[in-house]
């Protein structure tokens, strides 16, 4: 049988601010997990359109496509040009998952949350000549499930290939995220076994990995295990966390000696009232600075995550996070325009006051405003969110945020890191066109190597202190 996967560009990949960099970093994990569960007598073609030009000139049986919610409308055309061919489509993801009756006109199959489940029971319905119209996934394990299908990855094409899930979903319930809504009728956290995950990790060639679940530290005794089988491997990994698990026992040591030199970490917003909105619980009363000083004693870059336009959020909020960004060191923070996507609590609320101004599910992508704000403007709010970026990424601040560090060695990695990673577009788009992207992988790991931190022992005393006091 033949079989296209396809994982269609995301509207903002036409943008003018479209960095192709950005979108040339992880394969398309799902897509290449699904297709463990093929025939290997099927003939399978795995296309990421972000790196490749789609080809829809050919005659596949089965089309599987991956909708995201900025994707959808050109998922829908992909669909509705196959089905018109006479294949067999079906669409899954977050999109489809959330508005799954508008995705239903587009399919013959659609798939409800994970498809670890159903994709199996729906190869064997296809077989059988008796396929389901709705697969709604409800038994959430990853026990013996196949090996991913690397082999179908393009590898020179992306920046990051050895990208990695080991768990899924989150052990919190924030407002504005896709999680409960994805997860919706099972469990909404799990993981693989350890030995899995390690023999997974063993399979990838070279030194970097990147741990593309939404919170690594999530399940303690796990991610224990994980590093404690991992020390020794040499590897050096990039994940993502949130404040109460970097500052709650020695987790994130151990994560640094196996490893850990960059974490992606959700402060969202300094104002209680915002947490509280948001429901990001884990947030609320957490000493941020604490956190960041902890992870840059152990040599660990910062990739913080902030959300504009909460309600609390006044004009002044834009200047606070960046200010606050710049003098705590975080190497490289990433800005969002608060967004709420269907199937959230955030948009149910929303559309109860009936403050959603736009469906157009292209301007979806956290750079535009889609609701009714409160104390900004929607023009103070675009304006004051491009400034951010803008400001933060100036190469005075890039060179003030790297002073802060205590070592030369630090202030260089964040130096290159940060500068790197915005400052030299022409010659990312160079290397993405010569296909030699996968060649930076030794210089990102060069990077990415230990420093030591003069005030190591100063913050793990403290820490100890810390977690002694919360026992108590
Ligand atoms: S911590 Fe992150 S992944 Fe988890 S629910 Fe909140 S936003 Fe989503």
Known sequence: MKIKLILPALAEAESPFWRPVKYSLFPPLGLATLAAYLDPEDEIDLQDQHVEQLNLNDEPDLVIIQVYI???????????????????VILGGLHVTSLPHEAALHADSIFLGPGEETFPQFLNDFKNKRPGKVYRSSIRTLNKIPPIRRDLIKRNHYLVPNSIVVTRGCPHHCDF?????FFE???????QAVDDALAEIERLPGRHLYFLDDHLLGNAKFANTLFEGMKGMGRVFQGAATIDSI???????????SGLRSLFVGFETFSAKNLRQSNKKQNLKKDYEKAVARLHSLGIMINGSFVFGLDDDDRDVFKRTVDWGVENAITTSTYHILTPYPGTNLYKNMDA????????????DTRHVVYKTTKLTPEELKEGYDWAYKEFYKWTNILKASAQHDSIRHKLKHLFY???????????????????????LPVLEAILTKVKSEKTGKLKELSVIDSISKAS
């Not at 009728?185 to 993981?191: D, E, L, M, Q, R």
């Not at 500052?247 to 000696?257: H, M, S, T």
């Not at 500068?419 to 993405?432: L, M």
Request: some cysteine; glycine content about 8%.
């Open 247 to 257: 500052l709650r026992g020695d987790l994130i040591e151990k994560a640094a000696e």
């Open 353 to 364: 006051q009936q403050r959603i101004i736009s469906r157009d599910w292209d301007l979806y």
């Open 177 to 181: 995220c896709y999680k409960d809504a």
């Open 185 to 191: 009728g099972g469990k909404s956290f799990y993981t």
């Open 418 to 440: 940060s500068g790197g990673w915005k400052k030299f577009e022409p010659v990312w788009n160079f290397i993405i066109k010569t296909r030699n992207l996968n060649n930076m």
């Open 70 to 88: 900025t994707n959808a409308y050109r998922s829908y055309q992909i669909a509705d040009h196959y089905r018109s061919q006479g294949a067999y």
